[in-house]
């Protein structure tokens, strides 16, 4: 048994059980390409930057998952916060038909996924999924390595990012996103935010 330490009456914490854990991640659409040559795109909140490597976590039932698997392309969109719309209006869609059973209560079949979200697609210029045009940030990308993950029933895809695409009124110095600008939408525990004013900036911030 763990003995009490004195310092256990200054920590103000809980123990808690929560469901899912986004605390607090941008929201990216991802576009590939059907098998018959047709767009789909799908929201994701499971992504996070390593270098010129972009790790994608998803379900390993979803179109997304078929497509990258066969394909090796995708484009990472990146919504900007007041496109949350859009987002939500993806949010209960799925390119894959017959609907998987673990999807079937909560998710509707669709196959013009980019018309469902109200976004125009745009083509790519080195891989062949499309960009959303409306969205500020698009990274082409092209898969390298991707892994089961837990119990089978998600997939870990490791992409590497081939051409950025940026809104002009984003960049500053020909190469740098000026983050003063960039508001990119975040998902904080099943709910859309935006970013607040600027606090400060590491010691490594080139802008």
């Not at 004013?197 to 590491?202: D, I, P």
Request: proline share 10%; aromatic share 8%; with cysteine.
């Amino acid at each position: 048994m763990r003995q009490h330490d004195p310092r256990d009456s200054l920590d103000p914490h809980r123990v808690i059980t929560p469901s899912i854990l986004y605390i607090g991640t941008p929201v990216v659409l991802v576009s590939t390409c059907n098998p018959d040559g047709s767009p789909n795109l799908a929201p994701m909140s499971s992504a996070w930057a390593l270098g010129q490597y972009m790790v994608l976590g998803l379900g390993d039932h979803g179109q997304t998952a078929a497509n990258l698997t066969r394909t090796g392309e995708c484009v990472l969109n990146f919504p900007a916060a007041e496109q949350w719309g859009a987002v939500e209006r993806l949010a209960p869609l799925t390119g894959k038909f017959p609907v998987p059973p673990d999807k079937a209560q909560q998710f509707r079949f669709h196959a013009d996924k980019f018309g469902a979200a109200d976004l125009t697609p745009i083509p790519s210029q080195l891989v062949a999924p499309p960009r959303a045009l409306e969205c500020p940030l698009q990274f082409e990308a092209r898969v390298q390595a991707s892994y089961p993950f837990g119990d089978g029933d998600t997939l870990v895809v490791i992409v590497e990012v081939v051409r950025v695409h940026a809104h002009p009124t984003l960049v500053i110095d020909d190469n740098h996103i000026a983050p003063q600008r960039w508001r990119p939408l975040i998902y904080n525990f099943r709910h859309y935010f935006g970013l607040g004013s600027e606090l400060g900036k590491t010691f490594r911030a080139e802008t």
